[in-house]
């Protein structure tokens, strides 16, 4: 902890003489943080004592191995328009989804449309058919913030655990790349307002050996597999869809010695798109309530009673609760956690070392400490949603002895 | 409104007490006595090994989990014990779902009940979904 208030000094001192030699021209300072005149920008090292967690969240990705169902059915006489099972992609692919979804509603030219479930996907579905005109009421035990959306890490991964390849069959990256790239258009129409829900920041990951992408070929050793066991066994069965999107969404790039802020022998940089959960949920329920949406609490127990709803068409949104509600079995959870720390508005980035990270965002600095062994696979199967305090700090003082080893290099 | 009209609308009115009445306590309901004490009693000992872990030792919830008692009434009161029985047995302890025996999820039930100010009585509550179908969630009235 001293040597971290220590680093916190010097990066100060060095932003500041940074700053004010910016104007004299050419300026070396060695190691962390230094404020160059032109390359890396300054960089506030995290604060990353245990004193500074105040939340841990633990949540249940909805992974559904076909991909999220978006298909439609009657149920007592009513339109049901599914959208759920968005695995670790719900915020990422939101708007995207909500876009096909309320399209199919629309199909059968509803006035007024019922949506079940307020998370993100169905908070995003019910202000997408108020954009198109219709009234829309929100039936939902919870609103938003106690949804599980809110127990995400908030960082933008559209691909993460969306889908198995073999059930989601051939036409299902198609799909995924027309939502992703729907919901980046529309995410880049909230950048910049207040209270900034979207926002982009640098991400650095930081290595003792060269970085390279990791593959995951298929164990021939491993012969179950999700059509067998009805899990998925290895991470060749996840469809990996983000290459398809590259040209839009930045890559990380290696740093040379030159610009690596951290005093490793390996750095790349990113920059990584980010949702600050209050912010986006406040604007979102403004505009749903702004444009005359109802809100009912409500808590369904079979699906037949979205037959006494007043609606024609509804949209159901319900996440991970769909594998009991509609009695889904192939929604599978993926148990993932993350600890909160005191938000530090100066930190505008995140670190990435090995099996851990945190990101730093407006509603708080995200740690997270994830098995790379494991991929996609980590969490597979896993209901607990109880979040584990030891790994959390794991994390914390991996990342602490980074910033401590960046500071002696500086030194 | 004429005399005919309000004899009209004083039967209409004790038709619906009737029915209010009806409805704090069915026929076939929690309040008269469908659950025993010992059944509760075995119920907190289930409870406080496989739910308090999330719910909480006074069933407080916590954020996102939900309290099992308070608004608890409004989400199961007014149905079939069956559905609150099958939602139990189906996808509680959330942490491994329908893990628990059928005589462990009426017992279970039965400490809900209690919970929420449903009175114990001499008879048992099945361990059956069918059985429970034909009994009602009463609400107990305002907590006063």
């Known amino acids: 902890m001293q040597q971290t208030a220590f680093i916190g000094q010097a990066a100060t001192r ?10 004299g021209g050419a300026l070396a300072v060695p190691g962390l943080v230094r404020g160059q005149v032109l390359g890396t920008p300054s960089l506030v ?11 841990m969240k633990c949540c249940l990705r909805p992974l559904r191995a076909a991909g999220p169902n978006l298909g439609t059915e009657s149920v007592g006489g009513k339109l049901v328009v599914h959208n759920y099972g968005h695995g670790g992609s719900g915020w990422s692919l939101s708007w995207g989804s909500a876009e096909v979804a309320v ?13 079940v479930g307020c998370g993100i996907i169905g908070l995003t579905s019910a202000v997408v058919a108020q954009r198109y005109g219709l009234d829309v009421t929100i039936y939902a035990r919870d609103q938003i913030a106690r949804t599980r959306s809110f127990r995400a890490s908030g960082s933008y991964t559209p691909g993460s655990r969306i889908a198995l390849v073999e059930p989601a069959g051939p036409q299902f990256p198609d799909l995924w790349e027309q939502m992703a790239r729907h919901s980046w258009r529309m995410f880049r129409t909230m950048l910049g307002l207040p209270g900034e829900p979207v926002r982009f920041g640098d991400s650095y990951a930081v290595s003792d050996a060269p970085i390279e992408r990791r593959t995951w070929p298929a164990d021939p050793a491993i012969t179950e597999s999700f059509a067998t066991a009805g899990l998925p066994r290895q991470n060749s069965e996840f469809a990996h869809l983000d290459s398809r999107i590259a040209d839009i969404v930045p890559q990380a790039v290696p740093l040379p010695p030159g610009e690596n802020p951290f005093g490793m022998p390996y750095a790349t940089r990113s920059s990584q798109m980010h949702f600050n959960f209050p912010a986006y949920a406040a604007i979102l329920l403004d505009e749903f309530f702004g444009r005359g949406g109802k809100f009912v609490n409500r808590v369904f127990h079979r699906p037949g009673e979205l037959a006494d709803l007043p609606e024609d068409v509804v949209i159901h949104a319900t996440g991970y609760a769909a594998r009991d509600f509609w009695g889904d079995r192939t929604v ?51 209901s607990m949603e109880l979040p584990n305090r030891a790994p959390i700090e794991e994390a914390m003082a991996t990342l602490a002895a980074i910033f401590a080893r960046s500071a002696g290099a500086a030194a | 409104m004429s005399a005919r009209t309000g004899q009209l609308v004083a039967a209409l009115a004790l038709v619906a007490l009737g029915t209010g009445a009806a409805l704090a306590q069915s026929r076939g309901g929690t309040g008269t006595g469908r659950y025993t004490a010992e059944q509760a009693a075995a119920g907190a000992q289930v409870y406080a090994i496989n739910c308090a872990m999330c719910h909480g030792a006074r069933m407080e919830g916590r954020g996102e989990i939900p ?25 509680m302890p959330q942490h491994a779902p329908g893990s628990l025996a059928p005589e462990q999820n009426a017992h279970l039930v039965a400490l809900l009940l209690q919970a929420n100010g449903v009175p114990a009585g001499a008879r048992e509550l099945p361990a059956d979904e069918a059985a429970l179908q034909r009994i009602t969630f009463d609400p107990p009235g305002p907590a006063l």
Not at chain 1, 16 to 21: E, I
Not at chain 2, 67 to 91: I, Q
Request: proline residues 8%; glycine residues 12%.
């Open chain 1, 103 to 115: 399209g199919k509603a629309l199909a059968s030219l509803p006035r007024s449309v019922a949506v």
């Open chain 1, 45 to 55: 090292p995290m604060r990353l004592s245990p004193d500074q967690l105040v939340d």
């Open chain 2, 67 to 91: 309290p099992l008692t308070g608004r608890f009434v409004a989400n199961w009161a007014g149905r079939p014990v069956a559905d609150l029985f099958a939602y139990v047995s189906r996808a």
């Open chain 1, 14 to 23: 060095r932003r500041l003489l940074g700053g004010a030699l910016m104007a």
């Open chain 1, 332 to 382: 599978i959870p993926v148990r993932g956690q993350t600890g909160w720390l005191v938000p530090q508005p100066g930190v505008n980035y995140s670190l990435r070392y090995r099996n851990v990270s945190a990101l730093s965002k407006g509603d708080g600095i995200v740690i997270m400490n994830n098995n790379p062994d494991l991929g996609d696979m980590l969490g597979v199967g896993d």
